[in-house]
């Protein structure tokens, strides 16, 4: 079985917090990758942050100060926390792994093939 159900997301306003969790099965806990991409409307979905098959983890560039991400090895969660968050944060946030042969979580998106449904992030001024 492959589901990826995430929660955790809602209305804050700038500078406050949210923690998104990503229920995950065995077989995508432990992929290759397993993820947090993100899509604001009318832009392309995008890496937010990923952890690769041996527990490393790496965070886009442009987070990488406010966000991080963890992992629960025992139940299978995912977590993205997220801090000071701006309006620019507003987007659909998504839990993805890709279960292909390369044991990181660089690449292009088509690598993911399993997803979660998605959990709304919005932040006002």
């Known amino acids: 079985q492959a589901q990826l159900v995430e929660s955790g997301g809602g209305s804050v306003q700038v500078g406050g917090s949210l923690r998104l969790s990503c229920a995950a099965t065995?077989?995508?806990?432990?992929?290759?990758?397993i993820a947090w991409f993100r899509q604001a409307p009318g832009k392309e979905r995008e890496l937010v942050a990923g952890?690769?098959?041996?527990?490393?983890?790496n965070v886009d560039d442009s987070v990488e100060d406010r966000f991080a991400i963890s992992g629960d090895n025992v139940n299978y969660f995912l977590y993205l926390q997220m801090n000071n968050l701006k309006p620019e944060d507003t987007a659909l946030y998504y839990c993805?792994?890709?279960?292909?042969?390369?044991?990181?979580?660089?690449?292009?998106?088509?690598?993911?093939?399993?997803w979660g449904q998605g959990t709304q992030v919005t932040v006002s001024s």
């Open positions: 952890m690769d098959g041996i527990g490393r983890t």
């Open positions: 993805a792994a890709a279960v292909d042969t390369i044991n990181s979580c660089i690449g292009s998106i088509g690598r993911f093939t399993y």
């Open positions: 065995p077989y995508t806990y432990n992929a290759n990758c």
